[in-house]
């Protein structure tokens, strides 16, 4: 687990900068072939040879399906949208919407009722639920069709990476925006923004990071002069999706373009690596109890926290959803490293199964990345959601020291202290690591 920590303690004690660009041309789907690596297949496994076919066809009606349904509600709008749900949900897909709000939602077994369609069904619920469809005049069959490329986009077979993780993170995003100080304050606009900034906000990601990208040579490490490479692609990529499904094309040229750079500030927030620097903003905020909601400058701040919390609450979910979630992340984290192995690349931190563990990544992560952030995030909304995640977070960080075996060690008198030994390779890291150069 000392590994683990001091790795942790490496990457987030430097801010890194990153060079955004106002204007840009949005990536074109499929137009870039990842060099070097098929990233697609990364993560694959054995499939039965008439399994690729099916899935392709069965995606392809459940298109059709939301096409024919959209036609027709396109000559009824007096109808609730929600009734075009009828023909896709089962019973208990349909129930679990309604408690869409709780923090207890659990997205894979929403995923498994919804055949795989999650994050079109749980986004286009919710854009309906806020009024948002109506509000601003968005065309029904452009909303389904723009969702199901955004889905298809994701890589489903990344172990993490995927359209499960990026459903997750709207419904996080979801219990946020409900939260009193920021359902007091947000626009339609923000909510919009933050809904569709969640949904979009690892769209295309390879199953592999930014360091990979860039000792590959990759193209994307180029283009973007190795600076939330990821991020940025995520950006475009969504910009290419609302272009080209002509989403926001009913609007004024500028709010297109409003909306567009508003989403990139949002999907650039969530790099890790930038983690310092809007913890700091965020807590100098705090400190000086400056914070505007009523400026919309100091709203779209708070969004892009809500989207950094969203992203990364896995480890504050209750243990039957967040052990599930912290075993995808490792394994994906754990392939890239099989295959800087093959390639005889230097093993990417936190990538080594050799060296690490799911529980030493897990407490590591929880100490250095979600503890900090989510003990502000409590500072600045205090409420009951708040505090579950908190204890959500202390129960699951003393689960994953039980099964460290260094956590798990006898102490000198004898008897075993699993909060102690989590803490006290923390303390020893401190003073062992040492920022990256």
């Known amino acids: 687990m000392l590994g683990a920590c001091v790795i942790f303690k490496q990457l987030f004690s430097r801010d890194v900068r990153v060079r955004s660009q106002v ?110 469809i109506e509000l601003f005049q968005l065309d029904m069959v452009k909303v389904r069709r723009f969702l199901v490329l955004v889905q298809e986009d994701y890589h489903n077979q990344n172990p993490y990476h995927n359209a499960v993780h990026a459903a997750d993170v709207t419904q996080a995003m979801h219990c946020y925006l409900r939260e009193p100080k920021l359902a007091q304050s947000l626009t339609s606009f923000d909510i919009l923004l933050g809904l569709l900034a969640a949904a979009t906000h690892d769209l295309d990601h390879p199953g592999v990071n930014q360091p990979f990208l860039i000792k590959t040579n990759h193209y994307l490490a180029a283009l973007y002069r190795n600076t939330s490479v990821l991020e940025n692609h995520h950006w475009r990529s969504a910009v290419g999706l609302l272009r080209e499904t002509e989403l926001f ?55 892009q926290m809500a989207l950094k919390c969203a992203d990364i609450c896995n480890p504050c979910r209750p243990w039957e959803l967040s052990k599930q979630w912290s075993e995808k992340v490792t394994e994906e984290f754990f392939h890239q490293g099989d295959i800087e192995k093959k390639l005889k690349l230097e093993i990417s931190p936190l990538c080594d199964s050799e060296a690490n563990t ?45 099964m460290e075996p260094e956590a798990s060690g006898s102490s000198e008198d004898g008897e075993s202290d699993p909060a102690r030994s989590s803490e006290e390779p923390s303390s020893r890291a401190l003073t062992q690591g040492s920022p990256e150069s």
């Open 358 to 402: 799911i529980a030493s990544v897990q407490i590591g992560f929880m100490t250095y990345v979600v503890e900090p952030l989510f003990a502000e995030w409590a500072r600045f909304s205090d409420t009951r959601l708040s505090q579950t995640m908190l204890g959500h977070l202390g129960l699951n960080k003393a689960s994953w020291s039980t």
């Open 23 to 132: 204007g840009f041309e949005p990536e074109r789907r499929g137009s870039h072939p990842y060099l070097g690596v098929d990233f697609r297949t990364l993560h694959s496994r054995a499939e039965s040879a008439g399994s690729i076919p099916a899935r392709r066809i069965r995606r392809l009606f459940s298109f059709q399906r939301h096409l024919l349904s959209s036609r027709l509600l396109r000559g009824a709008p007096h109808l609730n949208p929600l009734h075009i749900l009828d023909e896709d949900y089962c019973g208990q897909a349909k129930c679990m919407l309604e408690k869409v709000g709780s923090w207890n939602f659990d997205i894979f077994l929403f995923d498994r009722l919804t055949n795989g369609n999650s994050l079109v069904f749980l986004t286009f619920h919710l854009l309906s639920q806020y009024g948002l």
């Open 249 to 303: 094309s009913h609007l004024p040229a500028e709010d297109s373009l409003s909306i567009e750079r508003q989403l990139g500030s949002l999907i650039l927030a969530t790099d890790i690596s930038r983690q310092n620097e809007y913890l700091s903003r965020f807590r100098t905020h705090l400190d000086e109890n400056d914070l505007n909601l009523g400026n919309a400058s100091h709203r779209h701040f708070v969004l």
